[in-house]
């Protein structure tokens, strides 16, 4: 009987127990819900005050304007052109103006999506340099001239519609806010269409509510709609996938060659300074140790003499064969990185150098090596041509981009389009990089170069 007793009484305690947690988990789950309320809530109610809501409704406002004056002038142009071809031809100039407009008013909005909605439009590659007739007929030939020409045509239109949904929201909900207060401003406190009087306390509340909720939905749709403006423009104005992969083709076939170019005159120049130094000076030590060997019983003491001289040159030839590889790759670049490898070409240069170099992590082997030719290079035309009094060399690297500055206080008039300049901008544009160079006469020079460290 006991042992019954005791049994039912823990049976109960199990049950308790899994009422307890059922409870618990109910509990939980309530207010997970409450959580994920007024996290909406709050959500909707910063979207109202949120900066990007109100420049997003600026956009769609301010493209009624530009949409207006961009109507006016092309309608206005494709009419009088039409209206002019009979006139000696005079429409066809009124009609290409007409489509230049087009193009720069393209221009004009991309900017202005980048500055309100932060939306950056890629322009369609530009077409190639050329000259007379056909850098006038050019655009017709374009689709993304023509394209610019209707998105012009449409632009009005389509703000105008945006722009009327846009406030009929924000409108809407601030009119049913304030019916209250209009409601009891009127003769018998109530609004009457026929004989149905919208009055009462269930009325005003109902308004209320609505005009909040259209209020807290307001920014959502002012977002959606400029979503939808982006996504036209950048059909229109934007760069098609084809047309970015073209010109990523042509610019990497630029590259190449030109690195192929670099390749070349770089292995044209490794092979004079080994003919014209340290091969002219290994063959002359082959034949001084000749001499000496032929003297070295004979004449003891010429042969030491020769074997003095022959100890010398191969000495000055170890010296070239170091400088040469120096100038390729040097070891310390690979052992200690960049900072060292550049302190030892500042302190190499005639020209006093100042070297700053900020690099938390170690870049790329390949990018280490263009960086410091760069340096090499520039730090050599400062000293044979720049007549400069000091050098700076600053090094840096910032979002995965590697930037260096060569600046010097010299005479300037650097061309960068001469033998090695371009050469240097040859190497920077295999990996992707860009190669500045501001030189006005009478100085100062300043060279900077970005490098790409991120595949």
Known sequence: ??????????????ELSSAAGVAATARG??????????????????????????????????GVITGLIAAAIVMTGIVAGLALLPAFLLGILVLLATIWFGMRFARFERARFAFFLDERITAPPG??????????????????????????ILRLPLSAIEALLAMLAWCTGLALVGVPGYGTALPGGAAHIGTFRFGG??????????????LLAAPFATRALAIVDASIARW???????????????????????????????????????HDGAQQRLVSLAMELGRAKAKLESDPEAAAAIVSSAHEQAKAALAELRNLVRGVH???????????????????????V??????????????EAIAYFVVAEALTNVAKHARASRAEVTVGLSGGT????????????????GRGLSGLAARVAGVDGQLRVTSPAGGPTSIAVVLPCES
């Open 1 to 14: 009987m006991t042992d019954g007793v005791a049994g039912s009484g823990a049976g109960s305690g199990t």
């Open 29 to 62: 789950s309530s207010g997970q819900l409450a959580d994920v309320r007024r996290g909406l809530l709050l959500t909707a109610a910063t979207s109202v005050v949120s900066p990007a809501t109100w420049l997003a409704l600026i956009h769609l406002m301010t």
């Open 127 to 152: 077409p190639p340099a050329e000259n007379g007739w056909r850098r006038m007929w050019r655009p017709v030939t374009r689709a993304a001239a023509w394209k610019s020409l209707v998105y012009a």
């Open 201 to 214: 306390i269930w009325w005003a509340a109902l308004a209320v509510v609505t005009g909040v909720a259209l």
């Open 236 to 274: 229109l104005l934007g760069s098609a996938d084809r047309a970015q992969l073209t010109a990523r083709i042509g610019e990497l076939e630029t590259s190449r060659a030109r690195v192929i170019d670099a390749a070349e005159a770089e292995r044209m120049r490794i092979e004079r300074d080994l």
């Open 330 to 352: 040097p070891p310390v670049l690979s052992d200690r990185g960049l900072d060292a490898a550049l302190s030892g070409l500042a302190a190499l240069c005639p020209v006093p």
């Open 354 to 367: 100042s070297v700053q170099v900020r690099l938390p992590v170690r870049p790329p082997a390949a990018v």
């Open 402 to 417: 590697l930037m260096l500055v060569i600046r010097d206080d010299g005479v300037g008039g650097a061309d960068p389009a």
